[in-house]
């Protein structure tokens, strides 16, 4: 676990708001060779990062990665966000909707308040994948373990060169 909170604690470091003009480009449908998909309204930081020595870079889910999300949520049962919400922030909170339609991603099944809430602002740390039409949500702590979603490109080639 303590593991995972360095995790948590590096990645929230890294995030850095977009400047304005970079939002319009947000939620696009993008084709990835068999899937379409797109960062949802709900997430909390999107599509677009800003990299401290590169700037503003697109996140981008190959072909594979979706794959694996769609296999991993196959079975997995479809629910509201409120009951997501409910969950983490212990609160029980009417459904204001009922509509369920997201898959949640969490094949190591941890508990999502520590999976997924902010440890001093409380926001969710999610990202919001729609593919296919299909809505899921994928908490940044597997975007970045599993490396679901791409980050900067530039720091990704340097790494692969130290490696
Ligand atoms: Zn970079």
């Known amino acids: ?91 029980k909170k009417e459904n204001d909707n009922g509509v369920k339609d997201i898959k949640l991603y969490n094949p190591e099944n941890h508990p999502l308040d520590e999976l997924m809430l902010h440890p001093e602002n409380k926001s969710l740390l999610f990202d919001e994948l729609v593919i296919n039409g299909e809505k899921y949500w994928i908490p940044f702590y597997y975007s970045v373990a599993e490396k679901l979603i791409s980050e900067c490109p530039k720091c990704e080639k340097k790494n692969n060169k130290s490696s």
């Open 1 to 91: 676990m303590l593991e995972f909170y360095l995790l948590l604690m590096d990645l929230l470091n890294s995030i850095n708001l977009p400047s304005p003009p970079l939002r319009e480009y947000v939620n696009l449908n993008r084709p990835s060779g068999k899937h379409t998909y797109n960062f949802g309204m709900m997430s909390g930081f999107s599509e677009i990062r800003e990299c401290e020595k590169h700037g503003d870079y697109l996140r981008k889910v190959t072909d594979g990665n979706l794959d694996k999300i769609i296999n991993t949520c196959k079975n997995t049962e479809k629910v509201s966000w409120t009951s997501i919400t409910n969950l983490i922030y212990k609160e």
